[in-house]
């Protein structure tokens, strides 16, 4: 390859793990409620991505929203960090703002001591809270002191190619901390992405799935029975094509 960046697909389901494992991933962002920005998968599903053999880092975010959290939200995240690697997680993947958009270190640090309390190899991953901070080049050069691996990224931007140069700055300012470039991401955005430094290319390589069995029957708020996705193999494998070229 000409290229050692990463290849990580955000998947809901075993089969998405599949599908992103054939396709030449490197490994799998698992959450549920992907229309929902990503929550919380349950422990079995957890189990069941494990067992398909590509590393999977769960999600661990309580509710959809914004990233200032109460304290009794923390709580639960701590406790969900720690089952979902139980759980056979490779790593998660957290993220927690005050209210005056800096990084919310004190639930930070909690989210990475909770960690590598069930595994000292566990890998902790910023999720894009880091696009709603006030400042993500600063806050990208504080998460080595707090111990994370790496930080997922738009570079501030509603895509990652149109945030590409703050991701190439977050690079520079990230030092050990592995900066992955995602948000909107096609096959061909890789390369630009891959240009600006990044360690990893974050998309969601998804389609629409083919069941309408229910479509228009709402089920409850925003969900008009259209909002089910499944991952995609030959979005998987076009962008393991881009990487490797």
Sequence with gaps: MSTTAALEIAVTSPAGAVAARDGGADRVELCVGLEL??????????????????????????RPGGFVHTPDEVDLMVREVRTVLRSG???????????????????????????????????????????????PVA??????????TRVLTSGGAPTAVAGADTIARMVAAAGPVQVM????????????????GAAAVHLSAKRP????????????????GSAHFVTDA????????????
């Design 37 to 62: 920005g990503g929550l919380t998968p349950s422990q079995a599903l957890v189990e069941t991505t494990h067992e398909t053999g590509i590393p999977a880092h769960a999600l661990v975010r309580c």
């Design 209 to 224: 799935a083919a069941d309408s069995a229910h479509a228009g029957v709402p089920m409850g708020a925003g969900d008009d």
């Design 139 to 148: 806050a990208a050069g504080s998460l080595a002191a707090l111990g994370f």
């Design 181 to 196: 470039a995602g948000a909107g991401v096609t096959p061909a955005d890789v390369r630009a992405l891959v240009a600006t």
């Design 234 to 245: 030959e979005v998987v494998a076009a962008a393991r094509r881009a990487l490797d070229a």
């Design 89 to 135: 997680a490779a790593g998660v993947v957290v993220g927690a703002l005050r209210a005056d958009r800096t990084l919310d270190e004190d639930a930070l640090r909690r989210f990475v001591d909770a960690a590598r309390s069930v595994s000292a190899a566990a890998e902790v991953t910023l999720h894009r809270a880091i696009d709603h901070a006030a400042n």
